[in-house]
């Protein structure tokens, strides 16, 4: 199993660009979630999705989209990039209904100048 | 709001020694965990705990819950340069998956 999966690594964006973070697991996992880390704040939850079809907000959902087609995978997509939302972005997956350690991904560092 | 807080927020200790880390959280969670962190890497997770009490051991690492007093502990035996990492706490506290993070406590294990 390759688990959670997260491309790219490294973008570097401009202030307006549009983009989307990958985000697949291939552990049949119902629940996939999205957190961006900033230095000294921790993890924060940006949206999540408890299966194919469904999404919910999190804390810091502004000026970021998901959709979830499939069970694998849960793109994250910034419409309009803004020097704030420079971070490094984590995908996570577990089985839903927990309480379940959650799986994360190798994280994307994302710069917006 | 829900409140997570780690302290230290740095600690730096030498080898063989022992120490504590403190995760308070601000609302009633009967689930908590604890995760680590790399430099530069993802995270990954350590303990699970899910009730009044539970204690959970690996290794050097022991890992507590009191949810009366809405405080878990990390606690670190004779610590070794390999522990060096961040540590996080994370609460749970409407059963929904959804983890509310600690700052995170940055340890250094010198010789």
Not at chain 1, 23 to 52: F, K, T
Request: glycine share 8%.
């Amino acid at each position: 199993n390759a688990g959670v999966t997260q491309t790219p690594k490294f973008q570097v964006l401009k202030t307006g660009q549009s983009m989307t973070l990958q985000c697949a697991q291939d552990m049949n996992h119902e629940y996939m979630s999205w957190y961006r880390q900033d230095p000294g704040m921790g993890l924060r939850l940006i949206h999540y999705s408890v299966g194919a079809g469904i999404t919910d907000q999190g804390e810091v959902p502004n000026g970021y989209n998901v959709s979830r087609s499939t069970t694998e995978d849960f793109p994250l997509r910034l419409l309009s990039a803004a020097p704030s939302q420079t971070s490094v972005y984590f995908c996570a997956s577990s089985h839903a209904g927990g309480p379940v350690e959650q799986f994360f991904g190798p994280g994307t560092r994302l710069t917006v100048l | 709001e829900l409140k997570v807080e780690q302290n230290p927020l740095f600690l730096s200790m030498q080898e063989g020694k022992n120490y504590t880390i403190y995760c308070n959280y601000s609302t009633t969670s009967d689930r908590l965990y604890w995760y680590r962190q790399d430099p530069g890497k993802s995270l990954e997770s350590l303990f699970v705990l899910l009730s009044n009490g539970a204690v959970k051991q690996e290794g050097r690492l022991m890992a507590s819950l009191d949810t009366k007093a809405r405080l878990s502990t990390l606690h670190i035996t004779a610590a070794v340069h390999d522990l060096s990492a961040t540590y996080f706490c994370a609460v749970d506290p409407r059963e929904t998956d959804k983890l509310i993070f600690g700052t995170g406590t940055r340890l250094q294990v010198f010789p």
